[in-house]
């Protein structure tokens, strides 16, 4: 079957870094994307990987590896307004959008 | 988790036919469901929002007469594309969301216009 593994909830300071994991196995790989989402707002788009590597946007970053099915997303000097639930989807071969169930992000002063 | 199912997985129709697509929330009372469009590699766009009884809330340049939303119950919602098109073609996905919580996303539609 499909699937989508990442940790339910994490807990980290303001002004740190975290780094949210995400696993997959799919049938096919069409890239993988990242959300935000706020508490009682839609989601919002963060990045796409399709090739290995890093991907660098300000203060987030992506990170993908299609040999070991994993990615990261890594959030540095981390802000209160960060606090929200980040979402790891993947497209797999049919372009079937396969969702993870989200991390929520907890950011203490 | 809650789960969110999307009815059909793939749709291919002629052009000027309409194309109806349904989002049901299985184990859940989904007071606001969003629905979203992604062309491929890029983001979701943010089509609409619906709520339970009420009207929906389309997205600025999103065509209200094209895309008829319907949110009739808390479970279900469904989305019309009326008169499709070849650029109506993309991938299409409902979330839905229960009172101040999350939302949960369905599965996705991919409908080719031909």
């Known amino acids: 079957g499909q699937n989508i593994d990442q940790p339910t909830e994490m807990t980290a300071t303001e002004g740190a870094i975290v780094q949210i994991n995400c696993t997959y196995q799919?049938?096919?790989?069409?890239?993988l994307f990242w959300y935000q989402q706020h508490a009682g707002e839609a989601p919002t788009f963060l990045s796409y990987?399709?090739l290995d590597g890093l991907e660098e946007k300000g203060r987030f970053s992506s990170f993908l590896s299609r040999s070991k099915g994993y990615s990261y997303l890594l959030l540095k000097e981390l802000q209160m307004k960060d606090s929200a639930s980040y979402l790891c989807?993947?497209?797999?071969?049919?372009?079937?959008?396969?969702w993870g169930a989200g991390t929520k992000l907890i950011i203490k002063p | 988790g809650a789960v969110v199912s999307q009815h059909p997985s793939w749709v291919i129709c002629k052009s000027g036919t309409s194309v109806k697509i349904e989002c049901r929330s299985l184990?859940?009372?989904?007071?606001?469901m969003f629905w979203y469009r992604q062309f491929p590699k890029q983001s979701l766009m943010l089509m609409a929002t619906?709520?339970?009884?009420?009207?929906?809330?389309?997205e600025q340049g999103v065509e209200k007469d094209k895309f008829l939303i319907n949110h009739a119950s808390l479970t279900l919602s469904t989305l019309t594309v009326t008169s499709a098109h070849p650029e109506d073609s993309s991938f299409y996905i409902c979330?839905?969301?229960?009172?101040?919580?999350?939302?949960?996303f369905g599965q996705g539609t991919r409908l080719t216009v031909v």
């Open positions: 989807a993947v497209m797999d071969s049919n372009y079937q959008l396969i």
């Open positions: 990987n399709v």
């Open positions: 799919t049938s096919g790989f069409n890239g």
């Open positions: 619906s709520n339970e009884g009420s009207k929906a809330t389309y």
């Open positions: 184990d859940f009372q989904a007071t606001t």
């Open positions: 979330s839905a969301r229960k009172a101040d919580t999350e939302a949960f």
